[in-house]
């Protein structure tokens, strides 16, 4: 059986797709990240929790700061990418439930009234969320370098507050000529997948 999914567009998405490392200057725009947004935001989260939230790094200023909370290796890419994306996770997304999940208005209070059931909740589908923002990246004809090689709490303090989790930052652009290292191997099918 093949898949529904156009070849083109599995390359483009998976097969071809590999974290980027260097990128162009040009610059990526406001309406390339709604686009991406307005296309990721469908990805499914438990009670459509949306927990993911997305801070985007562009003056110079800022730069500077977030470089400073990189681990020395990742330095140097996000003080040159074109757009540079803080994802993490609120840890208060439960106040927006009643709103998303408006059937169960009851599950706000009833799942997520203590703080280390929200926090976990958070961080499951907050990561959920940011492989949703990947492949928005690449379906957008963009580079996607995730990196989580970084002082967490430093970010946090920098940029967040005590109710969001830093997850990862994304450097975002049209990939360099040398923007790729080889491809890792992967593990087989029968290496992963287990009936039973």
């Known amino acids: 059986m093949s898949l529904v999914l156009d070849p083109a567009a599995q390359d483009l998405l998976f097969r071809e797709a590999r974290t980027a490392n260097t990128f162009t200057d040009e610059p990526v725009t406001d309406e390339q990240v709604q686009a991406i947004y307005d296309l990721v ?5 438990a009670f459509n929790q949306s927990p993911l939230r997305i801070t985007l790094v562009r003056s110079a200023e800022a730069r500077e700061r977030l470089v400073q909370h990189m681990a020395e290796g990742n330095q140097p890419k996000t003080a040159t990418a074109p757009l540079v994306a803080i994802l993490s996770a609120d840890n208060e997304f439960h106040e927006e439930l009643p709103q998303l999940f408006p059937h169960f208005p ?17 961080g499951l589908n907050a990561a959920l969320q940011a492989a949703y923002f990947i492949i928005g990246v690449r379906a957008a004809g963009l580079a996607a370098g995730p990196m989580t090689g970084l002082d967490f709490e430093g970010v946090r303090k920098e940029f967040l507050d005590d109710d969001h989790t830093p997850l990862m930052v994304v450097n975002i652009g049209k990939p360099a000529d ?3 290292f080889p491809r890792s191997p992967r593990l087989a099918y029968d290496e992963v997948v287990t009936t039973v």
């Open 106 to 122: 009851q599950a706000k209070d009833l799942f997520f009234s203590e703080r280390p059931a929200r926090e976990g909740a958070a």
């Open 41 to 45: 935001k469908y990805g499914p989260t």
């Open 178 to 180: 040398d923007a790729w």
